[in-house]
């Protein structure tokens, strides 16, 4: 398993744009299929976006075209660039890792970090 801490959630107003991080520790981070994953009030985690180890790249739908996800292999590290942000994107961000194929489904991904707080209004 990677223990991962994720960074740069906060308060912005719709429009904007933000940029989450997620930093792994472990010398297999290449070789792991990694995901954003948000959750809000009430509901269930929903999956945003993954990368494969291969670098090929997954949306949820109603994420296409707003959001990128990437990763840097170098520096261990996810990101997700967030724009045109909207007030249902608001929720806890999390990251997650699997090793191997890339999925959509939680239950499928054993590393976790703590998540960070996105939260969008006027």
């Known amino acids: 398993q990677l223990q991962l801490v994720e960074s740069g959630g906060g308060l912005v107003q719709p429009g904007d744009s933000l940029r989450l991080s997620c930093t792994a520790s472990g010398r297999a981070f290449r070789g792991h299929s990694l995901a954003w994953f948000r959750q809000t009030p009430g509901k269930e985690r929903e999956f945003v976006s993954g990368i494969s180890f291969s670098g090929n790249t997954f949306y949820g739908d109603f994420m296409k075209g707003r959001f990128t996800i990437s990763r840097d292999n170098s520096k261990n590290t996810l990101y997700l660039q967030m724009d045109s942000l909207r007030p249902e994107d608001t929720g806890v961000y999390y990251c997650?890792?699997?090793?191997?194929?890339?999925?959509?489904?939680?239950?499928?991904?054993?590393?976790w970090g703590q998540g960070t707080q996105v939260t969008v209004s006027s």
């Open positions: 997650a890792a699997r090793d191997g194929v890339w999925s959509h489904h939680v239950s499928e991904y054993d590393s």
